[in-house]
């Protein structure tokens, strides 16, 4: 009975016999590129096709030191490395030690010849684009019914806006008869008046992604008169159906993104703004109420009636002040006449008459205050209490 063998067994047995192979240790395999792609680890997948066959590959990010350009779709390339068996697969694939341009693939070719005859009759000058409009209602899809690009337009669409129509065009969009079916499905749309045209497909290969790159693609979309948004592969992804579209998004969900207005988050800030402006009116009418009580004192401040009643209040104030200083000028007047009365009264002959003295004068009325103010002769007038006792001197 033969032996029986575990898969991985096999797959490590398969794997020693391309270690001992000394020629498949160090090769170079000339074909084209294809499914490229960048891991954000560094490490480059890609596939290396010519006509009858492919080879799976891979170049890791130690090894892109001595890589002196990007690699591309259709370029056709001289890749040296090793064929190994990646053993938990079971599957073998070049491991690329180094890369060098052999020249341009076929369809690279084709498409850079293409792009430059078209460029130069002006399909792709920006004085033929139409501009996308803003708030589109009924929007056109040329894509495949049944692959992700149109699941995603949807979900985006329903999302941001589910007031817009969507009109589908289920086209072919890879293989045989793709192109012709674009066509119909570009013109067909265009015919039924609506407002912006979304045409692509999700990613794929240069040959997956041909059908957008057929000159009689091109020439639909440059003679729609509905904006055509162009929405092919992936953000690397470039097609002649970019160059001659109105617009060019990188996928299918930015085509949406920009053709759908988002009447949601439209709503979300007519929202805020009321909100806003209603917040900022409040506090307008606050500071206005304020400054409208502000006048409002101001001018019973300045009231006619007020400012009369202030100043008669003002009157009787100073009115009662010159009262009570007359009051006390007149009482201080009064004090030092009577001390000057009293001094007076103490100074007064008759007083000194009354007390029993005589008050002497010549007969012209003049004082005598001693004897040799008169001589023997002399008349006199002598001012007693109760008369005058006229003398002469002896």
Not at 145 to 167: E, F, H, W
């Amino acid at each position: 009975m033969a032996g029986i063998y575990t898969v991985s067994q096999v797959n490590a047995y398969i794997k020693n016999m391309f270690v001992q192979d000394y020629a498949l240790g160090r090769i170079s395999i000339k074909g084209e590129v294809s499914n490229c792609k960048y891991h954000t680890s560094g490490h480059i997948y890609f596939t290396l096709k010519d006509g009858k066959g492919t080879l799976s590959a891979v170049m890791f990010a130690s090894q892109r030191m001595g890589l002196s350009f990007r690699l591309q779709e259709g370029q056709q390339v001289v890749a040296t490395g090793a064929v190994d068996v990646y053993e938990r697969d079971g599957r073998y694939q070049l491991y690329a030690k180094s890369i060098e341009l052999d020249g341009k693939g076929e369809l690279y070719r084709r498409f850079e010849e293409l792009k430059k005859e078209l460029e130069e009759m002006g399909m792709f000058a920006a004085e033929y684009k139409q501009p996308i409009p803003k708030y589109a209602k009924k929007i056109g899809v040329v894509t495949a019914s049944t692959g992700a690009a149109i699941r995603d337009i949807m979900n985006i669409t329903a999302r941001r806006n589910p007031y817009v129509q969507l009109v589908l065009y289920p086209a072919l969009v890879q293989g045989e008869g793709a192109k012709y079916s674009i066509v119909r499905g570009i013109r067909t749309l265009d015919a039924m008046g609506l407002d912006v045209l979304i045409v692509g497909r999700g990613g794929g290969s240069i040959e997956d992604l041909w059908a957008f790159n057929e000159e009689m693609v091109a020439r639909a979309i440059f003679e729609c008169s509905t904006p055509v948004i162009s929405a092919v592969g992936h953000e690397t992804d470039v097609t002649i159906a970019d160059y001659a579209a109105d617009f060019r998004a990188p996928t299918p969900s930015a085509a949406a993104e920009l053709a759908v207005f988002d009447y949601c988050q439209f709503q979300s800030d007519l929202a805020g703004y009321r909100n806003a402006l209603s917040s900022r009116m409040g506090r307008k009418l606050d500071w206005q109420k304020s400054r409208l009580e502000q006048y409002r004192l101001r001018m019973k401040l300045k009231d006619p009636v007020r400012q009369i009643r202030e100043k008669r209040q003002h009157l009787a104030d100073l009115e009662e002040q010159m009262e009570r200083a007359m009051e006390s000028k007149l009482r201080d007047r009064r004090h030092r006449l009577a001390l000057l009365a009293g001094r007076l009264h103490g100074l007064s002959p008759l007083e000194k008459i009354s007390g029993g003295f005589g008050f002497l004068t010549d007969e012209s009325g003049r004082r005598i205050a001693g004897v040799n103010q008169v001589k023997p002769g002399d008349g006199l007038e002598i001012r007693v209490r109760d008369g005058r006792i006229r003398a002469r001197v002896l």
